[in-house]
């Protein structure tokens, strides 16, 4: 039932998928216009709204599909991407970050779509070894991106689980608060 839903919501954009589209110029406006509505919907709502996020995803997952070559394409998937994962999928969110480096290598925000997915693998799959690689990639590729210093320092932490990163976080806060205290006159 959502399906030809999604299929009139981004079919009758109006500038439709013409040339402008096949040359990625974002040129679909009302589509997008609709999109932005879709979202503002959904994040105006306090709490989860499971059934909302899912037909988000669905009209990203359709609007990339219906415009594979347009410039919001890559930003719908990376938002995708972070819904999917957000649902319970850490996995299609994954593989929605590689489509993105697989067929957006030179888009605005591939480095953080790399991060990411490391942060993905890490996070949601629980995949050290496999999340630790993805995280050099990032520092290899990006060496002078913000999220290379970001991706070290959670390599470190990789290596302690939940419970010692906890009590070490305590203890910098600690350490914090106390060299603070000893620095005001």
């Avoid at 503002?40 to 599909?65: E, F, I, T, W």
Wanted: net charge negative.
């Amino acid at each position: 039932m959502l399906f030809p839903l999604i299929l009139v919501l981004l079919a009758s954009g109006g500038c439709g998928g013409g040339s402008d589209q096949a040359a990625g110029n974002g040129s679909d406006t009302l589509s997008m216009a609709r999109v932005r509505a879709m979202e503002d919907s959904l994040y105006a709502r306090p709490g989860v709204d499971r059934k909302g996020a899912q037909a988000l995803l669905d009209v990203y997952l359709m609007y990339a599909q219906v415009y594979p070559l347009d410039s919001m394409t890559p930003e719908y998937l990376f938002r995708g991407a972070s819904l999917r994962s957000t649902l319970g999928d850490p996995k299609g969110g994954i593989a929605l970050y590689d489509r993105i480096i697989r067929d957006f290598p030179h888009w605005r925000k591939i480095a953080d779509t790399y991060y990411l997915k490391a942060f993905t693998i890490d996070n949601g799959l629980g995949q050290k070894g496999e999340a630790q690689s993805a995280y050099q990639t990032v520092i290899e590729k990006f060496p002078d991106h913000r999220f290379a210093k970001e991706s070290a320092l959670m390599i470190e932490n990789l290596k302690y689980t939940d419970e010692e990163l906890v009590a070490r976080f305590q203890q910098m806060n600690a350490d914090s608060t106390a060299a603070q205290a000893n620095t005001r006159p």
